[in-house]
């Protein structure tokens, strides 16, 4: 069995390394930044990633993607961008959301889920099985794309369970 390559940053312009040490002392100001400043740090001194985990309380996979996207973007990774997605609309194929609803119509075991109450992971499991989305897509997608349907998901899941898997009313106007 051979040992596993350490995962390191990529070596650092003079520039960089300022930058970088000027946001590692940023007390808080921009914590992200501050964050994968020293993350980057500690990587260029030759930490591993699990080493830099420990010292800063932080995951190690957050660690290892700090690292892997300095070294395929350089500084723009100190930069916080937005979890969301940018457009739903790419995520689906075209009529997709409104398809998205004939899911729930079914029942989970229809797609191979064991019990016969919807998650939104379950969601978007069947969607992608489906061809609706055109790659596997987080739960907040699945809710955002609900909520553009005029459907909240705690409502949804409390009229399922009343209405015996029934898709509300306001839903059955929308398609």
Do not use: C
């Amino acid at each position: 069995m051979t040992k596993r390559q350490s995962l390191m940053v990529r070596t650092l312009s003079d520039e960089e390394r300022g930058a970088l040490e000027i946001f590692a002392q940023s007390n808080g100001y921009k914590p992200f930044a501050e964050r994968r400043s020293r993350i980057l740090l500690s990587s260029s001194q030759g930490y591993a990633p699990l080493q830099i985990a420990v010292t800063l309380a932080v995951d190690d996979e957050t660690v290892r993607r700090a690292i892997r996207a300095f070294n395929e973007r350089g500084m723009i990774v100190l930069i916080e961008g937005s979890p969301k997605p940018k457009n739903l609309r790419e995520l689906f194929i075209p009529g997709g959301r409104d398809t998205l609803l004939n899911i729930l119509r079914r029942s989970p075991t229809h797609y191979g889920f064991e019990g016969s109450d919807w998650t939104l992971e379950r969601i978007a499991d069947a969607a992608f099985a489906d061809g609706i989305t055109t790659s596997r897509v987080s739960d907040e997608t699945i809710r955002t794309a609900l909520i553009r349907h005029g459907i909240k998901w705690s409502h949804f899941k409390r009229l399922m369970r009343r209405e015996n898997r029934k898709i509300p009313e306001a839903s059955r106007r929308m398609i």
